[in-house]
Structures are given as C-alpha cells and as structure tokens.
C-alpha cells in the first residue's frame, strides 16, 4: 500500500522512489489513484491558473507514481503543461525486454494519464479556492 509519507509528498520526489519495471503490452497491475492536486499560481492577466497532480497505485512489484504539471486554458479548460514531462518511477519495458527511453516511454505514459480522471480532480482543486483576483472573462 502507499504510504502517508509518499501520500504527501511533492511530486518531483518520485524520481526518489525505487523504479518499477513496466512490461509494455501486459495489463496495468495497479490502479492509479488520485494522491492530490495543487494549485502553483492563482494566475492573473499574465500568466495562467497552473499547478501539479500527483497519481500513485500499488502492485505486487512496488509502488508506482506519476505526476505533472497542468494549466488552465480557459474556464473549465485544464491540459497538461507539458506532455513530454511526466515524472515518475515507472520504466517501460519494450517487446525484447529494454528499458525504453523518456522520449520513447512519453507516448505510453501520455495514454495512461488520459485514462485517468485526472482533469475532474483538478477542476475540484481549482473550486476549493476562490481566486485571489477577478477572473478575466474571455
């Protein structure tokens, strides 16, 4: 099971939990489950609403997480900052058993977060706080 201390933990220390090896192909041997969400920047009339969520499961090999930035692009709007950044400790396994690089990894790691209803938990996170400025109507 995950523990608190990872529960709470931010998102960037996943890179510290040990690696999970992820055969490609096979069914997920975990379920991912909604860790937290945080606001980064309320944004304003420069810079948009931002922030990360984190996402963990537990398998019969370890723990597994992922996390990731997203922005808000407009109300109701949210989408991950960059597709190419998922941090986690998952390494793929391609078909010959190699590990497969971030870059040939970011695809699979992409599908499994739009499985997850990850965009509903941030859209909870942005309504527990009300903006600290107008909201600009666009």
């Not at 984190?54 to 949210?78: F, K, N």
């Amino acid at each position: 099971m995950i523990s608190t201390a990872q529960a709470i933990c931010p998102s960037w220390t996943l890179r510290a939990w040990p690696p999970l090896l992820w055969q490609l192909g096979s069914k997920t041997p975990f379920q991912l489950q909604h860790l937290g969400t945080h606001v980064t920047n309320r944004g304003d009339h420069v810079s948009r609403t931002a922030g990360q969520t984190i996402w963990a499961g537990h398998s019969d090999d370890g723990d597994a997480g992922m996390a990731w930035d997203w922005v808000q692009l407009s109300r109701g709007i949210v989408a991950m900052a960059d597709p190419m950044s998922v941090i986690t400790n998952l390494r793929l396994l391609g078909p010959e058993g190699e590990v497969l690089t971030a870059f040939e990894s970011a695809l699979h790691l992409n599908v499994m977060v739009h499985a997850l209803p990850w965009q509903d938990e941030v859209e909870r996170a942005l309504s527990a706080t009300a903006p600290a400025w107008p909201v600009l109507q666009q």
